[in-house]
């Protein structure tokens, strides 16, 4: 039978709450145990899997071909992620990250045409490091609506990075802007780097001497 009062339990329950563990931490500020670290640990490893596998060539690999990479069970692989779809949103997470400080690179240049020149070098350097990535994103988009927003948000961001290199008269320009979007796209790049099969130095001067071409025709006086 409990014969313990209210007011005499709650006291012992607010002892049991400052209760120290035996390493002198409290229950409440203790830190995460082995189990935690190793499922933290077994999620990178699968992650990490995945994107080896896309950066060499296998655009989309299966979840039993992630578990022999990561040499994990195909239970534990979805033991972490619900399916594919959520495995490849942990990738795009890390892909921004990656990515941001390139994005926030300081272009230093006397005048705005030299400028957006300058920026094909940023945007050729995030091309390459994530055109895998990209390319495997395009394949899933179909059959994820977050891939899908990811890539049009992406595309995006490059078109208002390009917005703020450009004078407002050049930027309401939609027939130039268009272009020049175009040539500074993530597609152009990979068309130049994959089907024509362009080193990086020959590809950034390719797409050098296309945005030329357009700024070129801006009048001089903007």
Do not use: C
Not at 8 to 25: D, I, K, L, V, Y
Not at 58 to 77: C, F, K, N, S
Not at 170 to 192: G, P, T, Y
């Amino acid at each position: 039978m409990q014969s313990t009062s209210k007011g005499s339990r709650h006291s012992t329950q607010e002892a049991g709450a400052h209760r120290t563990h035996p390493s002198g931490a409290s229950q409440g500020s203790a830190k995460p145990d082995g189990r935690v670290n190793r499922s933290i640990a077994t999620r990178k490893k699968i992650v990490d899997a995945l994107t080896a596998l896309v950066f060499e060539g296998h655009i989309t690999p299966t979840a039993e071909q992630v578990a022999q990479r990561a040499d994990v069970g195909l239970r534990t692989v979805f033991r972490h992620f619900d399916d594919m779809d959520a495995l490849y949103r942990e990738i795009s997470i890390d892909v921004d990250v990656q990515i941001q400080p390139l994005l926030q690179a300081r272009l230093n240049a006397p005048t705005w045409q030299e400028r957006v020149l300058l920026s094909i070098d940023h945007r050729s350097d995030i091309y390459d490091r994530t055109a895998a990535l990209h390319l495997a994103a395009q394949v899933h988009r179909h059959e994820s609506p977050y891939l899908t927003q990811n890539l049009m948000d992406a595309a995006r961001l490059q078109r208002d990075l390009l917005q703020r290199l450009l004078p407002p008269a050049v930027a309401q320009d939609a027939r130039l802007l268009e272009a020049l979007d175009l040539m500074l796209s993530f597609e152009a790049w990979i068309r130049l780097r994959r089907e024509q099969g362009l080193p990086a130095d020959q590809a950034r001067e390719v797409m050098r001497l296309g945005v030329k071409a357009l700024l070129a025709t801006v009048p001089q006086a903007t």
